[in-house]
């Protein structure tokens, strides 16, 4: 299905959130923003499991705009395992030509998947992978499967007691392993919760608020620890709006 147009103010919007070549390059991780939609109600989901459309069709043309601006999108297993993402990009600039395939513009797909519970072959991104139309995943796990997926990079990174990675060194291998400069995080609800209290290691938030209650039953994002935002700025769509701004990072 087509995307919309971009709306042109957009642009100029995020542009002081977006990664600079020269400042990502002095940087040992990349430039990372972490990036998602919720309710009015900071729900990003009805429930869990369940695959939930909040932004409108501007703000999702406007996502599709920061793939384009982006080395990688990194999302979680769970998240992956429900919506099944195709995770290419479908916007190019109005003055060039439409890539012969969108995977000359898409960013690569980086999934958090330590378990080894999710499986490249039979997904959406396989199949838009397969028409040349997006990127092949790297899979973050916590030790190399015995069959490896064809086309699929691995990045065998150690877990702590709860299961998770250490955030900073996975960032550094992503960027000194696979040369990626600049990842956008997109989810789910544990990615995004745990990230929120890591300011140090996000360099910019972009969240589009949906004109919507999803409840109670709904999965929240409310991070255990205080967060405070700097260099704040708004936009008002035609149903959402988009909050970008900085963490503060702690002292």
């Known amino acids: ?15 002081p959130y977006m990664p600079e070549s020269d ?9 990372v923003i972490l990036t998602y939609a919720q309710s009015l109600d900071a729900r990003i989901a009805k429930s869990k499991g369940i695959r939930t459309v909040i932004s409108h069709g501007e703000t999702n043309t406007m996502t599709h705009y920061l793939r384009y601006k982006f080395d990688a999108i990194m999302l979680g297993c769970g998240t992956v395992l429900v919506d099944d993402p195709g995770l290419n990009c479908k916007w190019w600039p109005d003055d060039e030509d439409k890539p012969e395939h969108l995977a000359e513009i898409s960013p690569r797909p980086v999934i958090l998947d330590p378990n080894g519970k999710w499986k490249f072959e039979g997904t959406k991104m396989k199949a838009v992978f397969d028409a040349g139309d997006g990127k092949a995943p790297i899979v973050v796990v916590k030790k190399r499967p015995e ?4 086309n699929v990079d691995y990045l065998v990174m150690e877990t ?3 299961g998770k990675v250490d955030w900073n060194d996975l960032f550094v291998q992503l960027k ?6 600049s990842i956008m995080v997109e989810g789910g609800g544990i ?6 209290q890591r300011p140090h290691l996000i360099d910019a938030l972009v969240i589009t608020i949906g004109a919507t209650f999803l409840g109670s039953e709904g999965v929240e994002v409310s991070p255990l620890i205080e967060i405070n935002l700097k260099d704040v700025s708004w936009w008002r769509g035609t149903q959402d709006s988009v909050l970008c701004s900085r963490l503060v990072r702690h002292s």
């Not at 400042?23 to 430039?31: D, F, L, W």
């Not at 990615?191 to 929120?196: A, W």
């Open 147 to 150: 069959v490896e997926e064809p």
């Open 160 to 162: 702590n007691f709860t």
């Open 1 to 15: 299905m087509p995307i919309q147009p971009l709306k042109q103010e957009l642009v100029s919007f995020l542009d």
């Open 191 to 196: 990615v995004i919760n745990d990230l929120l």
């Open 176 to 181: 000194s392993q696979f040369g990626l400069k």
């Open 23 to 31: 400042g990502e390059q002095k940087q040992e991780k990349p430039y």
